[in-house]
């Protein structure tokens, strides 16, 4: 079993729709959570960031840590075609490196 | 002004051919990465180094060589490539482990 699963989709939305994305993980250590955006052929862009449990909200990006279920979301509110990615879910434990552990990836893709 | 940079963007090689990967981070960072991204888009991290000094390094071939000149950069070196090599090598840089900040990526092809 992975350390952190994702769902790998294809998801596929229409323009304005809610869009949630998910992770659940193993390792109780973890204490940092990110969720990161990669535009096809291109770099991981840091979206969240968040430290253990509780809500962020930026923009219309809202993420959530449930550490009591090891489950972590990403609210994408009034989806936008310019959305359409790849959305990495990433997470560490307290230590000098904070090596990230990703999830697989969701692709997404937000029709007009 | 890019804050992590990689090169080259592209690499198109033989096997068993030896070559480097460049980055730089003018970010001030102290803690610089390289990770791997297969064909399924998994990124797994490879090493990484704070101020200089490696202090994670993955089971990794030992074909693939990393070096730190400075806290700004951080090169890959591989020797004998092999066709599994091919993939994105992704470097990354933070501030004592905190956020993680990514180049655009370097495309490896072993032919």
């Known amino acids: 079993q992975k350390e952190v699963e994702q769902d790998p989709g294809p998801l596929s939305v229409p323009e304005g729709a809610i869009v949630s994305l998910n992770c659940t993980y193993s390792n109780s250590a973890f204490q940092y959570f990110m969720w990161y955006r990669q535009y096809s052929r291109k770099g991981p862009e840091l979206l969240m960031y968040?430290?253990?449990?509780g809500n962020k909200e930026d923009g219309r990006f809202t993420a959530q840590v449930d550490k009591s279920s090891k489950y972590i979301s990403l609210f994408i509110r009034d989806s936008q075609p310019s959305d359409s990615a790849t959305y990495l879910c990433?997470?560490?434990?307290?230590?000098?490196?904070?090596?990230?552990?990703f999830g697989s990836g969701t692709q997404l893709t937000v029709l007009p | 002004d890019t804050a992590v940079s990689q090169t080259p963007k592209y690499l198109v090689t033989q096997m068993g051919n030896d070559k480097s990967i460049k980055c730089e981070q003018n970010l001030g960072h102290d803690t610089m990465y390289w990770y791997k991204q297969d064909s399924k888009k998994f990124l797994k991290i490879m090493f990484s180094y704070n101020n200089k000094e490696l202090i994670i390094n993955e089971t990794v071939p030992n074909r693939f060589s990393p070096k730190s000149p400075d806290k700004a950069h951080l090169n890959l070196h591989i020797n004998s490539l092999e066709l599994g090599d091919s993939a994105v090598y992704f470097c990354?840089?933070?501030?004592?482990?905190?956020?993680?900040?990514f180049g655009p990526g370097t495309r490896l092809t072993v032919l």
């Open positions: 990433a997470m560490s434990a307290p230590g000098s490196a904070r090596q990230l552990t």
């Open positions: 968040t430290y253990s449990s």
């Open positions: 990354a840089s933070s501030q004592s482990g905190r956020e993680q900040f």
